[in-house]
């Protein structure tokens, strides 16, 4: 069965720390992934996607992700973090094959703390 | 503008009392979805749909319904709905199968 862990349900940093956070997944098939930001009283925004090529990803607002297949990971960075932040980070992974079958993380609060 | 549409965003209802959320995609998005959120579960599926008039369940279908009549709306039903219904809910649309969700704000249910 296919699954998506993200392991940290919250992560507090201090501003202009560096953050990581960490995105698990189990396939049998071919993978393609997402990671969306969700800020308070909105629907989700796609930060970055990886179909395939290049394994470091770059999205907006300066994160960045790394496909890791051997290690199914899918880490999503940003070197210096800003107040503005301050959201839920959800790791989505597609499956190729069959339907369109998208999986969600259980989603990552990042706390920034000024 | 390129958005999804839903409606209403706040909805408070009494068990049993039949509702329907719309949504609605100006993209020409052959793929419409419903998830539903929930504290520590994210997001699960409810329905999917391809293209008009093909739906299919996603992951927790039980107590919901839907409809493709037309590509651009893609409501969502509760016959008969139960507090365990209570949720945020969102609707998602994609041009094609591998390409990113585009979400809708949001409708907040709350059934007493």
């Known amino acids: 069965a296919q699954s998506v862990t993200q392991l940290d349900s919250q992560v507090p940093v201090f501003e202009e720390a560096p953050v990581e956070l960490r995105c698990n997944y189990s396939?049998?098939?071919?993978?393609?992934l997402f990671w969306y930001v969700q800020y308070p009283n909105q629907g989700l925004q796609l930060l970055l996607k990886?179909?395939?090529?290049?394994?470091l990803v770059k999205g907006i607002n300066g994160f960045e992700a790394e496909f890791n297949k051997s290690q199914t990971s899918f880490h999503l960075r940003k070197p210096s973090v800003h107040i503005s932040d301050t959201a839920e980070y959800f790791c989505a992974v597609g499956y190729y094959g069959g339907y369109q079958k998208v999986t969600f993380g259980t989603g990552t609060k990042l706390q920034v703390i000024p | 503008e390129a958005q999804v549409t839903q409606n209403p965003r706040y909805l408070i209802t009494v068990t049993g009392k039949k509702l329907t959320v719309t949504c609605s995609q100006n993209m020409n998005h052959e793929y419409m979805s419903w998830y539903r959120q929930d504290p520590g579960l994210g997001l699960r599926q409810i329905y999917y749909s391809m293209n008009v008039e093909v739906t299919d369940k996603g992951d927790v279908p039980e107590g919901y319904k839907v409809s493709r009549k037309e590509k651009r709306n893609f409501p969502l039903i509760l016959e008969s709905p139960s507090p365990n219904q209570t949720s945020l809910y969102f609707c998602?649309?994609?041009?094609?199968?591998?390409?990113?969700?585009?979400f809708g704000n949001g409708t907040r249910l709350t059934v007493t």
């Open positions: 396939s049998s098939v071919s993978v393609y």
């Open positions: 990886y179909l395939s090529g290049s394994t």
């Open positions: 998602a649309s994609s041009l094609n199968r591998d390409s990113p969700l585009h």
